[in-house]
Structures are given as structure tokens and as C-alpha cells.
């Protein structure tokens, strides 16, 4: 049965120091994301950890842009929003907790089991009024997961959904500051530099 979490218990989430400088480092979104995903198992104890983000082209679907661990459900794949446990985590904006997924209805949850993973826990990625995906982690052990691996997750979704908004904005004013903005062609500034480049790429 699928659990939404509702009580919330005061805890001390611990990252490692590795995972705190890699994400330091990171320029990209879908390097915030792979970090992420490759330390998450050793954060929240996990057989699979995955993140989805919203597709911006198919408003009813979730697309797994990073995995670690067990490939039940591949990476890329996109995930119907209905009817499956990420999707109620996203439009719900809720914590979710499968503690039995053998006996889940949804199609993620299925697909988990026949993996051999029987139970999950999925937190949404929220910064402000928006929620980006979410955040998954799956364990070969029913009801692993417990009410301070909720509360883990979900700090986890949020300060990853921070990192996923600071970088979303400096890549639109990086666009804003190379352009027209009437005509989204490179302004004077931005083609006077990437002549400069070829100039000199073509020097050599």
C-alpha cells in the first residue's frame, strides 16, 4: 500500500564531504543530477535511486534523466504521471513511501517488483511555487524505509531543487546576455567574440 507522509519527525541529515564539493563543482543541471543519483544509495540506503523532471513537451509525463543502480525502469523513460507512484509524488507534492509495492497497482511500482525491488520511497523536488520531478530511491526489503529517511528525503528533494533553479536562471541570463532580445540573434557583444574565436581558431 502506498503511504503519503504526514507527521514529521525532527532529525539531522549528514551528507558526505565528496558529494558536497562534486556538487560545488557542478555547471550543469543533468551534472547536479548524476551527482546526485551516484552518492544518493550511500545517503539513503538504496538498491536504485533515480530522479525524473517534468517533460516540458508531454505535460503527462516524468523522464528519468538520471539512475544508479538497478535498471527496472531504464534511464529516459518516460513515466505516465497517472497511475503510477512518482506520478502521485509529483502532482501531489508529497512525500510517497511503498512499503509493499508487490501488491501496488501502479505501473512503476510492478515494474520495480519484477526487478525485485519491494519497497520505495519518492520525494517531490520542490523551490517556491514549483516542483521540477522527483526524487526515488527503492530497496529490495519491504517497508525498509522509515519516518527518518522520509524526512532525509525530502530535505534532499528540496536543497536539489535549489541547485536545479540556480542553474535553470543563470543559463536563461547567460542566453539574455549574449542576444537580441528582439530578434534572438547574438548581439554585438556576443558575435564580436565568437569572431574572435574563429579568428584565432583558424589562426593556428
Not at 563543482?25 to 530522479?51: F, H
Not at 519484477?114 to 526524487?135: D, E, R, V, Y
Request: proline residues 4%; hydrophobic residues 40%; aromatic residues 6%.
Amino acid at each position: 500500500m502506498d503511504k503519503k507522509r504526514q507527521n514529521v519527525s525532527t532529525v539531522t541529515v549528514k551528507f558526505p564531504v565528496d558529494f558536497i564539493k562534486a556538487m560545488a563543482k557542478a555547471n550543469t543541471v543533468q551534472e547536479v543530477l548524476d551527482i546526485t543519483a551516484y552518492w544518493l544509495p550511500s545517503i539513503v540506503d538504496a538498491d536504485r535511486a533515480s530522479i525524473t523532471l517534468a517533460d516540458p513537451v508531454d505535460p503527462e509525463h516524468l523522464k528519468i534523466y538520471s539512475l544508479q543502480g538497478e535498471q527496472a525502469i531504464p534511464l529516459h523513460t518516460a513515466i505516465p504521471i497517472k497511475g503510477t507512484i512518482v506520478g502521485g509524488c509529483f502532482t501531489d507534492r508529497a512525500v510517497v513511501r511503498c512499503d509493499d509495492m508487490e501488491n501496488s497497482p501502479t505501473l512503476d511500482g510492478q515494474m520495480l517488483y519484477k526487478a525485485g525491488l519491494k519497497s520505495c520511497l519518492n520525494a517531490p523536488m520542490i523551490n517556491g511555487n514549483q516542483c521540477f520531478g522527483t526524487l526515488n530511491v527503492a530497496h529490495g526489503v519491504e517497508s525498509f524505509y522509515n519516518e527518518e529517511q522520509c524526512l532525509i528525503m525530502e530535505c534532499m528533494a528540496g536543497w536539489l531543487a535549489s541547485h536545479i533553479r540556480i542553474l535553470d536562471k543563470a543559463k536563461k541570463n547567460q542566453t539574455l546576455a549574449n542576444t537580441d532580445f528582439l530578434t534572438g540573434l547574438l548581439n554585438r557583444r556576443s558575435f564580436i567574440n565568437k569572431a574572435t574565436e574563429c579568428l584565432q581558431d583558424f589562426k593556428k
